[in-house]
Nanobody
Framework: QARLVESGGGLVQAGQSLRLSCAAK???????????MSWYRQAPGNERELVASITSTRNTNYADSVKGRFTISRDNAKKTVYLQMNNLKPEDTAVYYC?????????WGQGTQVTVSS
């Protein structure tokens, strides 16, 4: 069964880095490659918000709050999307979710917790 599996979250201090990974398990390449892949996050009491996205042609889009600090990338051969997060801030603390969007619908991972201490 197709699913998105996130990894790489954890507890870090402000100023440190983390790299999140999201693997599209059970998804064939011809389905993954045309998909737009995104990272969202949700902090307690807040709505889920878009952090970054990358299209099939590798066009990227970032939330203003993470521009210059986060980088999204994808490896189609591994059917995996990454989020490199540098200079993390306490306000980046949230559950981070991977999202895959194609012509049929949207699919979500289970989320990975990122906690940044001051």
């Amino acid at each position: 069964q197709a699913r998105l599996v996130e990894s790489g979250g954890g507890l870090v201090q402000a100023g440190q880095s983390l790299r999140l990974s999201c693997a599209a398990k059970g998804t064939i390449t011809s389905v993954f490659n045309p998909s737009t892949m995104s990272w969202y996050r949700q902090a307690p009491g807040n709505e889920r918000e878009l952090v970054a996205s990358i299209t099939s042609t590798r066009n990227t889009n970032y939330a203003d709050s993470v521009k210059g600090r986060f980088t999204i990338s994808r490896d189609n051969a591994k059917k995996t999307v990454y989020l490199q997060m540098n200079n993390l801030k306490p306000e980046d603390t949230a559950v981070y979710y991977c999202n895959r969007a194609d012509s049929v619908g949207q699919y979500w991972g289970q989320g990975t917790q990122v906690t940044v201490s001051s």
